[in-house]
T-cell receptor, first 114, second 111 residues
């Protein structure tokens, strides 16, 4: 079945370090891909998304490129801040007929130290 | 503010008790979902609804019931709580271009 796999955490970085969180997916079709962020004690917020191959989603300095050939959607940021400390979820979603079925990875905890 | 409202935020139940987790939206979207979040497992879909009167099962539906009598409300019912249902529950509304808006969650402990 369809699934999303993320690198295991926690990931601990120093402020201004480069961040990569790996995400790969399996799907029978061509899903839309998302990154969500969850700050402590809060719900999930959409960080960025890409709906087709080679699309790049970006927001708040974070980027991810939809790579069909490697079935990947890795999250990157050039210089992390302490305020980026959170749990990051990669997710996939197939088109109409599957609305409401967002498939999540297991989440990766990021801790940024000053 | 437009969004998704979940109540209660915290709940402790005894094994065998029943309760209803409430979810209300004022975004006028048809599609709503319930997820549970457990450590190391991400979020898993419990039930979803594509509109009033229409619901379907997700990945982990056992032990949960839902109904959708109005566009605004999508309650999740635990008929007989079990310790395995200790989790954080999120309601989500699906908008245009599959944009999901999540509620702030209900943290449930079953003892």
């Amino acid at each position: 079945g369809d699934s999303v796999t993320q690198m295991e955490g926690p990931v601990t970085l120093s402020e201004e370090a480069f961040l990569t969180i790996n995400c790969t997916y399996t799907a029978t079709g061509y899903p839309s891909l998302f990154w969500y962020v969850q700050y402590p004690g809060e719900g999930l917020q959409l960080l960025l998304k890409a709906t087709k191959a080679d699309d790049k989603g970006s927001n708040k300095g974070f980027e991810a490129t939809y790579r069909k050939e490697t079935t990947s959607f890795h999250l990157e940021k050039g210089s992390v801040q302490v305020s980026d400390s959170a749990v990051y979820f990669c997710a996939s979603h197939l088109g109409s007929g599957n609305t409401g079925k967002l498939i999540f990875g297991q989440g990766t905890t990021l801790q940024v130290k000053p | 503010n437009a969004g998704v409202t979940q109540t209660p935020k915290f709940q402790v139940l005894k094994t065998g008790q029943s309760m209803t987790l409430q979810c209300a939206q004022d975004m006028n979207h048809e599609y709503m979902s319930w997820y549970r979040q457990d450590p190391g497992m991400g979020l898993r879909l419990i039930h979803y609804s594509v509109g009033a009167g229409i619901t379907d099962q997700g990945e982990v539906p056992n032990g949960y019931n839902v109904s959708r009598s109005t566009t605004e409300d999508f309650p999740l019912r635990l008929l007989s709580a079990a310790p395995s249902q200790t989790s954080v529950y999120f309601c989500a509304v699906v908008g245009f271009n599959y944009g999901y808006t999540f509620g702030s969650g209900t943290r449930l402990t079953v003892v």
